[in-house]
Protein backbone atom coordinates (compact mmCIF):
# COMPACT_ATOMS: atom_id res chain seq x y z
CA UNK A 1 0.00 0.00 0.00
CA UNK A 2 1.57 3.19 -0.85
CA UNK A 3 1.41 6.66 1.10
CA UNK A 4 -1.38 7.95 -0.74
CA UNK A 5 -3.49 5.13 -0.41
CA UNK A 6 -2.75 4.63 3.58
CA UNK A 7 -3.45 8.45 3.66
CA UNK A 8 -6.77 7.69 1.99
CA UNK A 9 -7.46 4.87 4.64
CA UNK A 10 -6.19 7.43 7.67
CA UNK A 11 -8.94 9.75 6.44
CA UNK A 12 -11.63 7.73 6.77
CA UNK A 13 -10.23 6.48 9.96
CA UNK A 14 -10.47 9.68 11.09
CA UNK A 15 -14.15 10.20 9.81
CA UNK A 16 -15.10 7.00 11.64
CA UNK A 17 -13.55 7.88 14.72
CA UNK A 18 -14.67 11.55 14.66
CA UNK A 19 -18.44 9.95 14.18
CA UNK A 20 -18.05 7.79 16.73
CA UNK A 21 -16.61 9.68 19.56
CA UNK A 22 -18.73 12.91 18.94
CA UNK A 23 -21.52 10.43 20.28
CA UNK A 24 -20.09 10.45 23.31
CA UNK A 25 -20.73 14.25 24.11
CA UNK A 26 -23.76 16.43 24.55
CA UNK A 27 -22.31 18.34 27.52
CA UNK A 28 -20.80 21.75 28.19
CA UNK A 29 -17.37 23.16 27.89
CA UNK A 30 -14.44 25.54 29.40
CA UNK A 31 -12.81 28.88 28.14
CA UNK A 32 -9.67 27.92 25.87
CA UNK A 33 -8.09 30.25 23.86
CA UNK A 34 -5.61 29.56 20.47
CA UNK A 35 -2.72 31.91 20.34
CA UNK A 36 -4.49 32.97 17.29
CA UNK A 37 -7.71 32.29 16.00
CA UNK A 38 -8.34 30.16 13.13
CA UNK A 39 -8.41 31.83 9.80
CA UNK A 40 -10.97 30.01 7.34
CA UNK A 41 -11.99 30.06 3.70
CA UNK A 42 -15.31 30.51 2.76
CA UNK A 43 -16.51 28.68 0.12
CA UNK A 44 -18.65 30.50 -2.67
CA UNK A 45 -22.19 30.04 -2.45
CA UNK A 46 -21.92 28.32 1.30
CA UNK A 47 -25.00 28.47 3.54
CA UNK A 48 -24.08 30.46 6.58
CA UNK A 49 -23.05 28.97 9.59
CA UNK A 50 -25.92 27.91 12.07
CA UNK A 51 -28.39 27.82 9.42
CA UNK A 52 -28.83 24.05 10.29
CA UNK A 53 -30.94 21.61 9.23
CA UNK A 54 -33.38 19.23 11.01
CA UNK A 55 -30.94 16.51 10.30
CA UNK A 56 -27.82 18.33 11.94
CA UNK A 57 -30.34 18.83 15.18
CA UNK A 58 -31.02 15.30 15.05
CA UNK A 59 -27.34 14.56 15.26
CA UNK A 60 -26.44 17.02 17.79
CA UNK A 61 -29.25 15.35 20.04
CA UNK A 62 -27.34 11.77 19.67
CA UNK A 63 -24.10 13.42 20.61
CA UNK A 64 -24.44 12.19 24.38
CA UNK A 65 -25.21 8.71 25.60
CA UNK A 66 -25.22 8.01 29.09
CA UNK A 67 -21.65 8.50 30.54
CA UNK A 68 -21.66 11.87 29.83
CA UNK A 69 -24.59 13.03 32.07
CA UNK A 70 -22.88 15.00 34.33
CA UNK A 71 -20.97 17.06 31.69
CA UNK A 72 -24.28 18.54 30.48
CA UNK A 73 -24.81 22.50 31.72
CA UNK A 74 -27.37 22.94 34.44
CA UNK A 75 -27.46 26.65 34.00
CA UNK A 76 -30.43 26.96 31.15
CA UNK A 77 -28.64 29.86 29.52
CA UNK A 78 -25.36 27.89 29.48
CA UNK A 79 -27.21 24.78 28.11
CA UNK A 80 -28.71 26.48 25.14
CA UNK A 81 -25.36 28.00 24.19
CA UNK A 82 -23.42 24.65 24.01
CA UNK A 83 -26.33 22.63 22.06
CA UNK A 84 -26.07 25.76 19.60
CA UNK A 85 -22.27 24.73 19.53
CA UNK A 86 -23.19 20.66 19.34
CA UNK A 87 -25.52 21.58 16.22
CA UNK A 88 -23.04 23.43 14.41
CA UNK A 89 -20.58 21.06 14.91
CA UNK A 90 -23.04 18.22 13.74
CA UNK A 91 -24.03 20.54 10.85
CA UNK A 92 -20.17 20.37 9.67
CA UNK A 93 -19.84 16.87 10.08
CA UNK A 94 -22.83 16.66 7.50
CA UNK A 95 -21.30 19.18 5.45
CA UNK A 96 -17.64 17.17 5.02
CA UNK A 97 -19.04 13.82 4.26
CA UNK A 98 -20.55 15.32 1.51
CA UNK A 99 -18.46 17.72 0.60
CA UNK A 100 -15.53 18.91 2.92
CA UNK A 101 -14.96 22.19 1.88
CA UNK A 102 -18.60 23.66 2.41
CA UNK A 103 -17.92 22.34 6.01
CA UNK A 104 -15.38 25.35 7.28
CA UNK A 105 -17.95 27.70 7.72
CA UNK A 106 -19.78 25.37 10.26
CA UNK A 107 -16.24 24.45 12.16
CA UNK A 108 -15.08 27.88 12.33
CA UNK A 109 -18.71 29.06 13.94
CA UNK A 110 -18.20 26.02 16.72
CA UNK A 111 -15.00 26.48 17.50
CA UNK A 112 -15.73 30.42 18.27
CA UNK A 113 -18.92 29.42 19.73
CA UNK A 114 -16.85 26.64 22.21
CA UNK A 115 -14.55 29.39 23.39
CA UNK A 116 -17.26 31.52 23.96
CA UNK A 117 -19.06 29.03 26.34
CA UNK A 118 -15.49 27.93 27.80
CA UNK A 119 -15.09 31.55 28.85
CA UNK A 120 -18.49 32.64 29.73
CA UNK A 121 -18.97 29.30 31.65
CA UNK A 122 -15.80 28.54 33.11
CA UNK A 123 -17.62 26.52 35.84
CA UNK A 124 -19.30 24.18 34.26
CA UNK A 125 -17.76 20.61 34.05
CA UNK A 126 -19.14 20.31 31.02
CA UNK A 127 -15.74 22.91 29.68
CA UNK A 128 -13.84 19.56 29.81
CA UNK A 129 -15.93 18.12 26.40
CA UNK A 130 -15.70 21.63 24.96
CA UNK A 131 -11.69 21.77 24.78
CA UNK A 132 -12.04 18.47 23.42
CA UNK A 133 -14.70 19.58 20.74
CA UNK A 134 -11.97 22.25 19.99
CA UNK A 135 -9.51 19.91 18.93
CA UNK A 136 -11.80 17.90 16.66
CA UNK A 137 -13.03 20.63 15.56
CA UNK A 138 -9.13 21.58 14.06
CA UNK A 139 -9.11 18.03 12.85
CA UNK A 140 -12.07 17.92 10.94
CA UNK A 141 -10.73 20.99 8.64
CA UNK A 142 -7.35 19.19 8.82
CA UNK A 143 -5.50 21.49 10.85
CA UNK A 144 -4.05 18.89 12.48
CA UNK A 145 -0.94 20.75 14.61
CA UNK A 146 -3.59 22.83 15.94
CA UNK A 147 -5.89 20.16 16.71
CA UNK A 148 -2.73 18.34 18.81
CA UNK A 149 -2.10 21.40 20.56
CA UNK A 150 -5.38 21.85 21.68
CA UNK A 151 -5.69 18.19 23.28
CA UNK A 152 -2.00 18.08 24.63
CA UNK A 153 -3.65 21.07 26.54
CA UNK A 154 -6.12 18.82 27.68
CA UNK A 155 -3.97 16.72 29.19
CA UNK A 156 -2.38 19.34 31.45
CA UNK A 157 -5.52 21.05 32.21
CA UNK A 158 -7.61 17.94 33.23
CA UNK A 159 -5.31 15.47 34.21
CA UNK A 160 -7.25 13.11 36.03
CA UNK A 161 -10.31 13.24 33.33
CA UNK A 162 -12.20 10.14 32.23
CA UNK A 163 -11.78 11.51 29.05
CA UNK A 164 -8.05 11.27 28.70
CA UNK A 165 -7.88 8.46 26.81
CA UNK A 166 -9.82 9.75 23.64
CA UNK A 167 -7.68 12.81 24.04
CA UNK A 168 -4.48 10.73 23.96
CA UNK A 169 -6.32 8.67 20.59
CA UNK A 170 -7.23 12.01 18.93
CA UNK A 171 -3.32 13.47 19.53
CA UNK A 172 -1.97 9.89 17.89
CA UNK A 173 -4.41 10.68 14.60
CA UNK A 174 -3.17 14.15 14.58
CA UNK A 175 0.43 13.50 15.20
CA UNK A 176 0.04 10.12 12.47
CA UNK A 177 -1.45 12.70 10.00
CA UNK A 178 1.11 14.49 10.22
CA UNK A 179 3.91 11.40 9.69
CA UNK A 180 5.20 12.41 13.52
CA UNK A 181 5.09 8.49 14.00
CA UNK A 182 7.47 8.70 17.43
CA UNK A 183 4.94 10.88 19.29
CA UNK A 184 1.69 9.84 17.58
CA UNK A 185 3.04 5.76 18.51
CA UNK A 186 3.54 7.21 22.05
CA UNK A 187 0.65 8.65 22.54
CA UNK A 188 -1.25 5.72 21.48
CA UNK A 189 0.32 2.65 23.71
CA UNK A 190 -0.68 5.26 26.76
CA UNK A 191 -4.23 4.61 25.16
CA UNK A 192 -3.53 0.63 25.66
CA UNK A 193 -1.06 -0.28 28.48
CA UNK A 194 -3.35 2.69 30.87
CA UNK A 195 -6.65 2.36 29.71
CA UNK A 196 -6.89 -1.31 27.77
CA UNK A 197 -10.62 -1.68 28.71
CA UNK A 198 -11.99 1.68 27.44
CA UNK A 199 -13.73 2.35 23.83
CA UNK A 200 -10.43 3.92 22.56
CA UNK A 201 -8.11 1.01 22.92
CA UNK A 202 -9.48 -0.73 19.89
CA UNK A 203 -9.02 2.38 17.68
CA UNK A 204 -5.17 2.94 19.30
CA UNK A 205 -4.43 -0.77 18.62
CA UNK A 206 -5.39 -0.31 15.10
CA UNK A 207 -3.29 3.22 14.76
CA UNK A 208 -0.29 1.58 16.45
CA UNK A 209 -0.33 -0.77 13.16
CA UNK A 210 -0.37 2.04 10.75
CA UNK A 211 2.50 4.30 13.12
CA UNK A 212 4.28 0.81 12.08
CA UNK A 213 3.74 0.69 8.40
CA UNK A 214 4.47 4.34 7.82
CA UNK A 215 7.17 3.40 10.14
CA UNK A 216 8.23 1.12 7.04
CA UNK A 217 8.74 -1.57 10.02
CA UNK A 218 6.74 -4.29 8.07
CA UNK A 219 6.69 -6.99 10.15
CA UNK A 220 5.70 -5.41 13.63
CA UNK A 221 2.75 -3.60 11.17
CA UNK A 222 1.77 -7.40 9.78
CA UNK A 223 1.41 -8.33 13.73
CA UNK A 224 0.03 -5.41 15.16
CA UNK A 225 -2.83 -5.87 12.40
CA UNK A 226 -2.95 -9.56 12.68
CA UNK A 227 -3.35 -8.70 16.72
CA UNK A 228 -6.04 -6.24 16.10
CA UNK A 229 -7.83 -8.80 14.08
CA UNK A 230 -7.95 -11.36 16.42
CA UNK A 231 -8.99 -9.07 19.62
CA UNK A 232 -11.23 -6.94 17.83
CA UNK A 233 -13.45 -9.93 15.25
CA UNK A 234 -16.78 -7.39 15.16
CA UNK A 235 -15.18 -3.89 15.00
CA UNK A 236 -16.17 -1.33 12.56
CA UNK A 237 -12.43 -0.73 12.08
CA UNK A 238 -12.25 -4.43 10.71
CA UNK A 239 -11.81 -3.79 7.03
CA UNK A 240 -9.47 -0.82 7.55
CA UNK A 241 -7.16 -3.71 9.13
CA UNK A 242 -7.92 -6.26 6.32
CA UNK A 243 -6.97 -3.96 3.92
CA UNK A 244 -3.94 -3.01 5.73
CA UNK A 245 -2.58 -6.40 6.48
CA UNK A 246 -3.36 -7.95 3.15
CA UNK A 247 -0.97 -5.17 1.54
CA UNK A 248 1.67 -6.32 4.00
CA UNK A 249 1.14 -10.10 2.98
CA UNK A 250 1.33 -9.43 -0.63
CA UNK A 251 4.70 -7.96 0.37
CA UNK A 252 5.84 -10.93 2.23
CA UNK A 253 4.81 -13.22 -0.59
CA UNK A 254 1.30 -14.46 0.98
CA UNK A 255 -1.40 -13.66 -1.83
CA UNK A 256 -3.78 -16.34 -1.16
CA UNK A 257 -3.91 -14.72 2.49
CA UNK A 258 -4.05 -11.41 0.99
CA UNK A 259 -6.91 -12.26 -1.42
CA UNK A 260 -8.98 -13.87 1.52
CA UNK A 261 -8.68 -10.82 3.17
CA UNK A 262 -9.67 -8.45 0.82
CA UNK A 263 -12.66 -11.07 -0.46
CA UNK A 264 -13.88 -10.54 3.09
CA UNK A 265 -13.91 -7.24 2.95
CA UNK A 266 -16.16 -7.19 -0.39
CA UNK A 267 -18.18 -9.75 1.51
CA UNK A 268 -18.92 -8.14 4.86
CA UNK A 269 -18.79 -3.93 3.80
CA UNK A 270 -19.54 -4.29 -0.68
CA UNK A 271 -21.48 -0.61 -0.07
CA UNK A 272 -18.53 1.02 1.63
CA UNK A 273 -15.64 2.96 0.60
CA UNK A 274 -13.11 0.34 1.83
CA UNK A 275 -15.24 -2.40 -0.82
CA UNK A 276 -13.76 0.13 -3.73
CA UNK A 277 -9.92 -0.14 -2.26
CA UNK A 278 -10.86 -4.28 -2.16
CA UNK A 279 -11.89 -4.45 -5.22
CA UNK A 280 -9.37 -2.72 -7.04
CA UNK A 281 -6.23 -4.61 -5.12
CA UNK A 282 -8.39 -7.88 -6.16
CA UNK A 283 -8.05 -6.57 -9.76
CA UNK A 284 -4.06 -6.11 -9.01
CA UNK A 285 -3.78 -9.94 -7.85
CA UNK A 286 -5.65 -11.46 -10.95
CA UNK A 287 -3.70 -8.82 -13.34
CA UNK A 288 -4.63 -7.76 -17.18
CA UNK A 289 -6.66 -10.65 -18.88
CA UNK A 290 -4.71 -12.92 -21.48
CA UNK A 291 -4.93 -12.44 -24.84
Not at 20 to 44: C, K, N, Q
Request: net charge neutral.
Amino acid sequence: MDRKELIVILLLAILVALLATVRLFHGPVTGYSLDREPVIPRPPGGREPGATQGSAADLAKRLQPFPMDRYTPRDPDARSMFEAAERIFAEALIAAANEPASSFPFVDRAITTYQDFRRRYEKEPATEVALLRVGQCYTAMKAYPEGARVFEHFLKTYPKSELRPMALLWIGDNRLRQGETGPAKTALEEVITQYPASDFAERAMLRIAQCYALMKLLPEAADAYDRFLKKYPDSLLRPMALLGSSDLLLNDGKPDLAKARLEEVLRQNPSSPFAKIAEQRLGQLKGPPSE
